[in-house]
């Protein structure tokens, strides 16, 4: 596809997962793993297409997802946490969001569903339970296939423990104007990895290493987006790009986004395994807890490279 002048549109690189038993097929798995890898490598991003959630759910989700922001303010605000980025989030310009801990557990969903609809809403705790058990297993996947391409699958399961599932639902407001608004700005995920899925609106941007945005539109009603987090960059010691992106928004809808985030359990202490430390790929950081990095970045003014202020060698 061409742009202005000769230069080509990049595009992020869409693997696709829709493959049957690809965990005991093992052609298959070498496949998607080499693809993933290299995606990882070059763009710390691209497009899964993942089969696993039924259009059905999506819709229905999304649904349920632009109910709960149209509840009043003070609704929402019932489900606010002290936790940065948990429970009701907002507004904040066109931004709101809901974070809920462990959203592959039924009860947890369930109890922050409860706190904005007390006459219940299980339809939308069951959707998005379904929902984070689906997204989780292809996270597990490509999660496992990275660390077999990098040699260190010895340390899968300590890793896979190591964590837990934050879902995410924003809203964006329609800025209603065509020009080009921010929504939320250049930033890098601070988590293992994110698997997006939005509604039909685009708005998504990704930087690649040599600074052009790719603005994002998915291939399929069955893709999402895998982001690469900051803490996953430090645990293979740079062997991964963790990308800038940002959301625009332009015109009168309103975008949604249902968001997986693999988080680190609090106090687990973020190392790069020594196999990943080489005379060529010397420590990029020392031991860190992502918990903790998510408090200094809380009091901290300057978040570019946060977390090699906070504890790059
Ligand atoms: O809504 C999106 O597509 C991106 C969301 C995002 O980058 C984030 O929540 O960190
Ligand atoms: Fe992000």
Request: charged share 25%; net charge neutral; hydrophobic share 40%.
């Amino acid at each position: 596809m061409k742009k202005m002048g000769s230069e080509t549109e990049v595009k992020l690189p869409i693997i696709d997962f829709s493959v049957v038993e690809l965990e005991s097929n093992v052609a298959e798995w070498e496949s998607v793993k080499s693809q993933v890898h290299k995606a990882l490598v070059e763009y710390g991003c691209f497009e899964a297409v993942f089969d696993e959630v039924p259009l059905h759910i999506r819709k229905a989700i999304f649904f349920e997802v632009d109910e709960l922001f149209n509840l009043p303010l003070e609704t929402k605000k019932l489900a606010v946490s002290s936790k940065p980025f948990r429970g009701y989030v907002g507004p904040i310009q066109l931004y709101e969001s809901i974070g809920i801990d462990d959203a592959d557990v039924y009860e947890k969903v369930e109890s922050l569903i409860n706190i904005l609809w007390p006459q219940g809403k299980s339809s939308f705790s069951k959707n998005l339970q379904f929902f984070t058990e689906k997204v989780s297993r292809l996270d597990r996947m490509i999660r496992k296939m990275c660390l077999e391409s990098l040699g260190v699958e010895k340390y899968l399961d300590e890793h896979m423990n190591s964590t837990y599932y934050l879902a995410r639902l924003i809203k964006y407001t329609a800025p209603q104007t065509n020009e080009p608004k921010v929504a939320i700005a250049e930033h890098t995920d601070k988590n293992i990895f994110t698997i997006l899925c939005q509604n039909q609106i685009d708005g998504l941007e990704i930087q690649t290493k040599n600074g052009e945005w790719i603005k994002y539109k998915p291939s399929s009603s069955n893709s999402f987006v895998v982001v690469t987090g900051d803490t996953f960059y430090a645990w293979t010691n740079g062997r991964v790009h963790t990308p800038i992106h940002q959301v625009m928004m332009t015109g009168n809808e309103t975008r949604l986004t249902v968001g997986l985030f693999t988080v680190p359990k609090p106090g687990f202490i973020i190392k790069a395994p020594n196999e990943l430390v080489t005379e060529e790929h010397p420590l990029l950081f020392k031991p860190f807890v992502q918990s903790e990095f998510m408090k200094f970045l809380r009091s901290s003014q300057n978040t570019k490279n946060a977390l090699k202020v906070y504890c790059g060698v």
